[in-house]
């Protein structure tokens, strides 16, 4: 009996019309764009540096503002659009972000394009949950869904891969301010369109913001993404201590909190749920790999075999379709294998690719490309069928909620990926590379010996040879950089084997 309910219900959900899949490729619109601005500025930071003159300090910032707070106010994002309409929401978003995109464009100091990164991750804080959530709402076809959802990753990870890509060919057209006006086209089309081709919703009765539950899921997760940047620069010290334990400690009295309130900014009780918990492990910890890996890689083809922006950004491409192919594959295949074993199968494939950036060498841009496909493979595979499980695990009303955290841990990720892999690719550098062998200023020596971009930077002020180990001391540190994030995906694999093993075939209705 119960058999025969399951398949009714299955069969009763209406399956997505011209109308959705429409205004699915107006979704993705916003996706690509909010994936290209947390790359785009790999291959256009030298030319910011030149002309901006930012202190080290404030590079890092120019980097990272945008994903920290992005991964600040998702949760935060994501339980407001629940409340006052996912589309709106989206249409506020999108709107603020070109105008703030326009300020960082034509941002005259680095202080003010600091200040603007920060604003475009707290703007795109409202589109990530309001996409994905509206997804779930116009695919309820669990096939279906778990289609649209692979191109929702692929769309963003395209945006990600494309970054380096639109970067460099805009630095070398026009200026570094170009690459951030392409959101404001993006968001007259989104604007234009949205009111015909995307459905409202808002949960019924989910009742007012809780503001004191947002104050600590603020302080909950700007102070640990903050440590993690610190530690990254500084290392462990009474700072980054300090600002793990505000966050634990909001962070404990944010879930306390949760607990007790009849309509909670975060459904905590979700995490009950293994296998909603087991998707955002895997998701995490994938992409710090993949967001390490990424960065390490750019650094290597221009710093390392002297590539312009452009010709770096071409080599990106065959990574951007392996990982288009696996986003959009996996959904399909995982209708007739268990997500689980295709989750795992695809992190065993890309383990290859970490293998080959493990081993690399001056000389070696092939097997770079071609190891970094592997892994943006395994990306795509992950963020497609692991986001799938996260949403598909709450109920419509909460979907934005999940849709937040699932966004969350991805931007936590790409974050962290950089901070540390970043922070051990430069302490192996230091640690390798040798000081310069005649006399040069200390100022010089010093940057020389602090990082490849110091030293690629001052060349022109070093003894021949001291910049050619400057490179080799890098590829150290990249070679262990990729060791070590490729110990992680072996655990990643296992845990996609054993803690997500059990879920069926999408579609599959359970006997």
Not at 177 to 205: H, K, N, Q, S, W
Not at 404 to 428: F, I, P, Y
Not at 462 to 469: E, R
């Amino acid at each position: 009996m119960s058999m025969e309910k399951d398949v009714l219900t299955h069969a009763g959900r209406p399956r997505a019309g011209v109308r959705e899949w429409f205004g699915l490729g107006l979704l993705a619109l916003p996706t690509v764009l909010l994936g290209l601005d947390v790359t785009v500025l790999y291959l256009v930071s030298p030319s910011i540096a030149a002309e901006l003159k930012p202190t080290p300090a404030q590079t890092l910032w120019i980097m990272d503002a945008y994903g920290f707070f992005i991964a600040g106010f998702l949760i935060t994002m994501g339980t407001l659009g629940d409340r006052i309409g996912r589309r709106r929401l989206l249409m506020i978003g999108v709107a603020a972000f070109a105008a703030v995109s326009v300020v960082a464009a034509f941002a005259p100091n680095a202080g003010l394009l600091i200040l603007s990164r920060a604003l475009l991750g707290i703007a795109g804080a409202t589109l990530m949950p309001s996409t994905l959530s509206l997804i779930s709402n116009m695919f309820t076809d669990v096939r279906q869904r778990a289609v649209a959802i692979g191109v929702w990753a692929t769309m963003f990870a395209l945006g990600m891969a494309a970054g380096p890509i639109v970067g460099g060919a805009l630095v070398d057209r026009f200026w570094w301010g170009a690459a951030f006006l392409l959101a404001v086209p993006v968001a007259m089309i989104v604007l234009a369109g949205a009111r015909t081709l995307l459905p409202e919703y808002a949960a019924p009765g989910e009742g007012r913001l809780d503001l004191i539950s947002v104050t600590l899921s603020l302080v909950a997760i700007l102070p640990v993404v903050y440590a993690v940047k610190n530690f990254a620069t500084h290392g462990v010290d009474v700072l980054t201590l300090l600002l793990l334990l505000i966050g634990l400690a909001a962070g404990i009295a944010f879930v306390r909190r949760q607990l007790r309130l009849a309509s909670p900014l975060l459904d905590v009780t979700l995490f009950a749920d293994r296998a909603f918990s087991a998707a955002l492990a895997v998701l995490l910890i994938g992409l710090v790999g993949v967001g390490g890996t990424m960065y390490l890689v750019t650094q290597f083809l221009q710093l390392v075999e002297g590539l312009s922006p452009a010709e770096a950004g071409l080599w990106m491409g065959p990574p951007a379709l392996a990982m288009f192919a696996a986003a959009i594959g996996a959904p399909i295949v995982a209708a007739r294998i268990r997500p689980g074993k295709v989750m795992a199968a695809t992190q065993g494939l890309s383990l290859i690719g970490y293998a080959l950036l493990a081993t690399a060498d001056t000389g070696s841009v092939v097997s770079v490309v071609i190891g970094f496909t592997f892994v943006y493979f395994g990306l795509g595979a992950i963020a497609a069928l692991g986001t799938d499980i996260v949403v598909g695990a709450a109920p419509a009303t909460k979907s934005g909620s999940a849709a937040a955290m699932s966004e969350t841990v991805q931007e936590l990720g790409l974050a962290v990926g950089v901070a540390l892999l970043g922070s051990l690719t430069t302490a192996v550098f230091r640690y390798q590379v040798q000081p310069p062998s005649q006399q040069v200023a200390p100022e010089i020596a010093a940057r020389a010996t602090a990082s490849l971009d110091g030293a690629v930077a001052v060349s022109d002020r070093l003894p021949p040879g001291t910049v050619q180990g400057a490179q080799e001391a890098f590829i150290t540190g990249l070679n262990v950089a990729s060791l070590t994030a490729g110990a992680a995906i072996v655990a990643v694999t296992m845990l996609c084997l054993l803690r997500l093993g059990h879920i069926r075939p999408i579609g599959e209705t359970t006997p």
